[in-house]
């Protein structure tokens, strides 16, 4: 039996939302609100509406050498339980007990100064990440080679580009030598061999024996590092255990299925800094009944309900299609269709025809997006509905198989004599 | 609260670990003693100090022509100012010194004392991106901004022994005391700091009340008038102020002057120190809640 690294005891997180929104910014406001909770017996909020649970009872545990992914929607507690266990923030209830060194990436280049080169920097951020000068000293080339920006470490990191900037502080965070590695969203940032280059050395960090816990959004790379997964949803514990079995369960809690239909107007998936102009989503057979099972072949048809908010003259609408790991199988945009969009200016429908599904069977989830010629991207939804697949009769010939990968192609054979 | 265990076993309610496991490194769970201080966790992270005063005095001068050599004007300017509004103009004695080198004395601890006094009641908002982001013992932050203008103030150290040849001046044997002033008005600066930084991440109102108190407090010690000059009957309570006792004191060192009544000023260090205390015990009281509102 191996030795338990991280032991969490039904953690539980409450936020004051009021806090949060600047109910008590001034003194004045905490005066008159002190004078009224005089009487109360202790600090803490009466009212329930005034409170939000980011955490409810979470309790697992994490042998030493393991990986896990933790997967969850936006705002399902994932940041902060990785708060809690980096000992950034206190948890309200519960406890945790940690064996071993904890290093924790929550963001890439904390606690850089721009005005200092990169070698000062290299130092600065390790110091703040925990590690000691001779540490640093002893690893300060490592550092600099893998960052790849040697030229250019005497040069103040305000003058480097943001991709220099991300590869340097990655650089110093992948060579914290902590026996718990806490990672958030860290490999969201940067190109994508430099992703490549961090998703391998997180490998090396977990084939070394180490402990690994790991925030996601990219279900591939969760699928690639963790033997298990642990999915969140409004703060408490949807699921522990099996990779492939947690991730269909975290698209099965995100995005609702069975019926085709999602409303979108306030949808946990909506990236930040958007406009809600996609409202909703249908997904319709040939006869235009919405179902949220289809057969391979069959005719698709996936209803944005739009709402322009401002006349849009050159409207773009993008649909990607993503299997069960959340990995693009193919995208719908109509940038590369012939078909034209007239200008749009009132709420309506617009309808996107698939002739014959190529998928093969499983469950797929579509992301959304809608923007302008003029202005770029304005909205956009990642794994906004999911939808099934069933075995169906693609090819016309009422033949099919199992494990014909993803996406099914027509094809003809002949024989040429020569 | 988060403790450290380093040798004992947890000191926690809770089942007990299985017999072949070893004692967590560290347990995680709500704060409940008042007075854990957990200062054994700001000695471990002691480079964390340095590094942050360092960040701090090499980007202070960066992208400014005349750099580091404002460490010295800036004072220089003040002394000059000054001494033409309050000696020439205002004929305010200075106990038989010129004024100038008067002035400069009292301007070394002070400058000292309000630039550390605004930076650690500040710290918290200008380093809440580390609070944010990255766990170590909070009480580095508010300690390293008290550190960091001891750096300008030994630079400024210089034109001072300018000036004493100037005006020939010799130090006394006092001289070997000055550190104690120093770590008097640091531990002053600190004190302070641990009351109205947590308080800051609260109320952004404390950013405006800091630079109000240091005016005040500055006009309440004896930097551009002699203690002289305070009415007798006031004198004591004046000299309950731990700067008063720590301008006397450099006074007293650098240029000869009467020195300060020791036993009030131990009784002031005490103050202090009490002070300092119970600002440990508010400031780990509160930074719990640092990343949570920050």
Same mark, same amino acid.
């Given at each position: 039996?191996?030795?338990?690294?991280?032991?969490?005891?039904?953690?539980?997180?409450?936020?004051?939302?009021?806090?949060?929104?600047?109910?008590?910014?001034?003194?004045? +406001?905490?005066?008159?609100?002190?004078?009224?909770?005089?009487?109360?017996?202790?600090?803490?909020?009466?009212?329930?509406?005034? $409170?939000?649970?980011?955490?409810?009872?979470?309790?697992?545990?994490?042998?030493?050498?393991?990986?896990?992914?933790?997967?969850? @929607?936006?705002?399902?507690?994932? *940041?902060?339980?990785?708060?809690?266990?980096?000992?950034?923030?206190?948890?309200?209830?519960?406890?945790?007990?940690?064996?071993?060194?904890?290093?924790?990436?929550?963001?890439?280049?904390?606690?850089?100064?721009? =005005?200092?080169?990169?070698?000062?920097?290299?130092?600065? #951020?390790?110091?703040?990440?925990?590690?000691?000068?001779? =540490?640093?000293?002893?690893?300060?080339?490592?550092?600099?080679?893998?960052?790849?920006?040697?030229?250019?470490?005497?040069?103040?990191?305000?003058?480097?580009?943001?991709?220099?900037?991300?590869?340097?502080?990655?650089?110093?965070?992948?060579?914290?030598?902590? =026996?718990?590695?806490?990672?958030?969203?860290?490999?969201?940032?940067?190109?994508?061999?430099? &992703?490549?280059?961090?998703?391998?050395?997180?490998?090396?960090?977990?084939?070394?024996?180490?402990?690994?816990?790991?925030?996601?959004?990219?279900?591939?790379?969760?699928?690639?590092?963790?033997?298990?997964?642990?999915?969140?949803?409004?703060?408490?514990?949807?699921?522990?255990?099996?990779?492939?079995?947690?991730? #269909?369960?975290?698209?099965?809690?995100?995005?609702?299925?069975?019926?085709?239909?999602?409303?979108?107007?306030?949808?946990?998936?909506?990236?930040?800094?958007?406009?809600?102009?996609?409202?909703?989503?249908?997904?319709?057979?040939? *006869?235009? $009944?919405?179902?949220?099972?289809?057969?391979?072949?069959?005719?698709?048809?996936?209803?944005?309900?739009?709402?322009?908010?401002?006349?849009?003259?050159?409207?773009?609408?993008?649909?990607?299609?993503?299997?069960?790991?959340?990995?693009?199988?193919?995208?719908?945009?109509?940038?590369?269709?012939?078909?034209?969009?007239?200008?749009?200016?009132?709420?309506?429908?617009?309808?996107?025809?698939?002739?014959?599904?190529?998928?093969?069977?499983?469950?797929?989830?579509?992301?959304?997006?809608?923007?302008?010629?003029?202005?770029?991207?304005?909205?956009?939804?990642?794994?906004?509905?999911?939808?099934?697949?069933?075995?169906?009769?693609?090819?016309?010939?009422?033949?099919?198989?199992?494990?014909?990968?993803?996406?099914?192609?027509?094809?003809?054979?002949?024989?040429?004599?020569? | 609260?988060?403790?450290?265990?380093?040798?004992?076993?947890?000191?926690?309610?809770?089942?007990?670990? &299985?017999?072949?496991?070893?004692?967590?490194?560290?347990?995680?769970?709500?704060?409940?003693?008042?007075?854990?201080?957990?200062?054994?966790? !700001?000695?471990?992270?002691?480079?964390?100090?340095?590094?942050?005063?360092?960040?701090?005095?090499?980007?202070?001068?960066?992208?400014?022509?005349?750099?580091?050599?404002?460490?010295?004007?800036?004072?220089?300017?003040?002394?000059?100012?000054?001494?033409?509004?309050?000696?020439?103009?205002?004929?305010?004695?200075?106990?038989?010194?010129?004024?100038?080198?008067?002035?400069?004395?009292?301007?070394?601890?002070?400058?000292?004392?309000?630039?550390?006094?605004?930076? *650690?009641?500040?710290?918290?908002?200008? #380093?809440?991106?580390?609070?944010?982001?990255?766990?170590?013992?909070?009480?580095?932050?508010?300690? @390293?901004?008290?550190?960091?203008?001891?750096? +300008?103030?030994?630079?400024?150290?210089?034109?001072?022994?300018?000036?004493?040849?100037?005006?020939?001046?010799?130090?006394?044997?006092?001289?070997?005391?000055?550190?104690?002033?120093?770590?008097?008005?640091?531990?002053?600066?600190?004190?302070?700091?641990?009351?109205?930084?947590?308080?800051?991440?609260?109320?952004?109102?404390?950013?405006?009340? $800091?630079?109000?108190?240091?005016?005040?407090?500055?006009?309440?010690?004896?930097?551009?008038?002699?203690?002289?000059?305070?009415?007798?009957?006031?004198?004591?309570?004046?000299?309950?102020?731990?700067?008063?006792?720590?301008?006397?004191?450099?006074?007293?060192?650098?240029?000869?002057?009467?020195?300060?009544?020791? @036993?009030?000023?131990?009784?002031? @260090?005490?103050?202090?120190?009490?002070?300092?205390?119970?600002?440990? !015990?508010?400031?780990?009281?509160?930074?719990?809640?640092?990343? +949570?509102?920050?």
């Amino acid at each position: 039996m191996s030795a338990i690294a991280i032991r969490v005891e039904s953690i539980s997180k409450q936020y004051k939302i009021g806090v949060r929104k600047y109910r008590h910014d001034t003194l004045r +406001d905490q005066l008159m609100d002190g004078l009224r909770s005089l009487f109360r017996h202790n600090g803490r909020p009466q009212r329930a509406g005034d $409170t939000i649970w980011a955490l409810k009872d979470v309790s697992f545990e994490v042998k030493q050498g393991e990986v896990i992914g933790i997967i969850g @929607a936006n705002g399902a507690g994932k *940041s902060t339980l990785l708060k809690i266990l980096s000992r950034i923030t206190e948890p309200t209830s519960g406890r945790a007990e940690i064996y071993g060194r904890v290093g924790s990436l929550l963001e890439v280049g904390t606690g850089f100064d721009r =005005e200092l080169t990169g070698r000062e920097n290299i130092y600065l #951020n390790g110091a703040i990440l925990g590690m000691t000068k001779r =540490e640093i000293d002893r690893k300060f080339d490592e550092i600099v080679a893998f960052s790849g920006v040697e030229k250019f470490i005497e040069t103040p990191i305000k003058r480097y580009s943001s991709g220099m900037y991300v590869r340097l502080a990655f650089a110093v965070a992948a060579h914290l030598e902590p =026996e718990i590695l806490i990672v958030d969203e860290v490999l969201a940032v940067g190109d994508a061999a430099f &992703q490549k280059k961090c998703l391998g050395k997180m490998q090396e960090v977990a084939g070394r024996g180490r402990t690994v816990l790991f925030v996601s959004h990219n279900l591939g790379a969760v699928q690639n590092l963790c033997e298990r997964v642990l999915v969140l949803s409004h703060g408490q514990m949807e699921y522990l255990g099996n990779t492939y079995q947690g991730i #269909n369960a975290y698209l099965g809690t995100t995005t609702v299925s069975g019926n085709g239909y999602v409303d979108l107007s306030s949808h946990p998936a909506r990236w930040p800094g958007c406009l809600p102009l996609l409202t909703a989503v249908r997904l319709l057979d040939a *006869s235009g $009944t919405p179902k949220g099972r289809f057969l391979t072949g069959e005719t698709m048809r996936i209803e944005l309900t739009f709402d322009p908010v401002i006349p849009i003259d050159h409207p773009k609408f993008g649909i990607g299609v993503e299997d069960c790991l959340g990995a693009r199988v193919f995208s719908l945009t109509t940038d590369l269709s012939p078909s034209v969009l007239p200008p749009l200016r009132d709420p309506c429908q617009i309808i996107c025809h698939i002739q014959e599904l190529p998928l093969t069977p499983g469950r797929y989830t579509l992301s959304l997006s809608a923007g302008t010629f003029e202005n770029g991207l304005m909205d956009a939804l990642g794994h906004a509905v999911a939808f099934d697949v069933e075995l169906g009769d693609f090819f016309g010939t009422g033949k099919t198989e199992a494990n014909l990968g993803r996406v099914l192609v027509k094809s003809l054979w002949e024989r040429t004599e020569r | 609260m988060i403790r450290k265990t380093a040798l004992a076993p947890p000191l926690v309610a809770g089942p007990t670990p &299985q017999s072949k496991m070893t004692n967590p490194l560290v347990v995680i769970e709500p704060r409940k003693g008042l007075f854990e201080l957990d200062l054994a966790a !700001v000695w471990q992270y002691r480079e964390l100090v340095y590094f942050l005063v360092w960040r701090d005095v090499k980007v202070r001068y960066k992208q400014t022509a005349l750099g580091a050599a404002w460490v010295i004007l800036q004072p220089l300017m003040t002394m000059a100012i000054f001494t033409v509004i309050f000696s020439y103009f205002a004929k305010i004695p200075s106990d038989g010194l010129p004024y100038p080198v008067f002035a400069y004395a009292a301007l070394l601890p002070w400058n000292y004392f309000s630039q550390a006094l605004s930076r *650690s009641g500040n710290s918290m908002i200008g #380093n809440a991106h580390l609070i944010t982001k990255v766990y170590f013992p909070r009480l580095i932050i508010p300690l @390293a901004s008290t550190f960091t203008p001891a750096v +300008d103030l030994l630079v400024s150290v210089v034109p001072l022994l300018g000036l004493m040849i100037w005006y020939g001046v010799s130090p006394t044997r006092g001289v070997l005391v000055l550190p104690l002033f120093l770590l008097l008005a640091l531990v002053t600066a600190l004190s302070v700091g641990l009351w109205l930084s947590p308080i800051h991440v609260r109320y952004h109102d404390v950013g405006y009340v $800091t630079p109000f108190l240091i005016q005040l407090w500055m006009y309440a010690s004896p930097v551009i008038y002699p203690v002289s000059l305070v009415p007798e009957h006031w004198r004591l309570l004046y000299s309950f102020n731990p700067m008063a006792g720590v301008i006397e004191g450099f006074r007293w060192a650098l240029l000869g002057k009467q020195s300060p009544d020791f @036993a009030v000023m131990a009784v002031s @260090a005490a103050l202090v120190v009490a002070l300092l205390l119970a600002g440990l !015990v508010f400031f780990k009281h509160m930074e719990s809640s640092f990343a +949570d509102i920050v």
